[in-house]
């Protein structure tokens, strides 16, 4: 089973940016749609964005839509999320997943690899 691993975060100022990675164990992620999820404490981890399989179609959420953009290297098993623009509420967890199938989807259950997160902390 492949595994996941991100990099990335860390505590930048509101406008700033930060690019993510997530590095997947296997070649098999190439076969996989991916996305990214954060979580802050006693909330459900919520959808950022996905990809699919081969990195032509991406979907975000409303709340990232035009200041985050997703992309997926298959030649390097690494998916990125650029964040541009942070915001405060921005805070949180960052978790990649991937799953089986051509595209992403937007709950989490439906992803049966995840990382073990990387914490994006935005201040004012």
């Known amino acids: 089973q492949v595994h996941l691993v991100e990099s990335g975060g860390g505590l930048v100022q509101a406008g700033d940016s930060l690019r993510l990675s997530c590095v997947a164990s296997?070649?098999?992620?190439?076969?996989?749609?991916a996305g990214w999820f954060r979580q802050t404490p006693g909330k459900e981890r919520e959808f950022v964005g996905g990809?699919?399989?081969?990195?032509?179609?991406?979907g975000y959420a409303d709340a990232v839509q035009g200041r985050f953009t997703i992309s997926k290297d298959n030649t390097k098993n690494t998916m990125y999320l650029q964040m541009n623009d942070l915001k405060p509420e921005d805070t949180a967890v960052y978790y990649c997943a991937a799953r089986s199938g051509v595209t992403w989807a937007l709950y989490a259950n439906l992803y049966h690899v995840w990382g073990q997160g990387t914490q994006v902390t935005v201040s004012s």
């Open positions: 296997d070649p098999s992620f190439s076969d996989n749609a």
């Open positions: 990809v699919n399989w081969s990195g032509s179609l991406t």
